[in-house]
């Protein structure tokens, strides 16, 4: 098995700053994609910032330039550097990893727990 566990959520005013991380543990062969998500109370999950294991990135476009998502592989760790906060930044950010956790065997996605992002006007 393995767990991802985020850390780094908080309050913050607007125009701040805050950094996540997501450590994966457990029975880990490799990591291809590591993702964060947001979602708050009746929106729909949404897709933040994806790392591949080759380093490239996507972003969403209402993130694009005030967040960086970067990975550190020797840690199995993804860090999300958020800048320039905003109100619509207020949400949980989950953590989401694509593992190959035996050789030969197909990856499978694991989730974190989800950590609160509140963003205060």
């Known amino acids: 098995q393995v767990q991802l566990v985020e850390s780094g959520g908080g309050l913050v005013q607007a125009g701040g700053s805050l950094r996540l991380s997501c450590a994966a543990s457990g029975s880990i062969v490799s990591i291809e994609t590591m993702i964060w998500y947001r979602q708050g109370i009746g929106k729909q999950r949404e897709l933040v910032a994806l790392i591949g294991s080759g380093g490239e990135t996507i972003y969403a476009d209402s993130v694009k330039d005030r967040f960086t998502i970067s990975r550190d592989n020797a840690k199995n760790a993804v860090n999300l550097q958020m800048q320039s906060l905003k109100p619509e930044d207020t949400d949980v950010y989950y953590c989401?990893?694509?593992?190959?956790?035996?050789?030969?065997?197909?990856?499978?996605?694991?989730w974190g727990q989800g950590t609160q992002v509140t963003v205060s006007s």
């Open positions: 989401n990893a694509l593992v190959v956790t035996r050789p030969h065997y197909a990856p499978e996605y694991y």
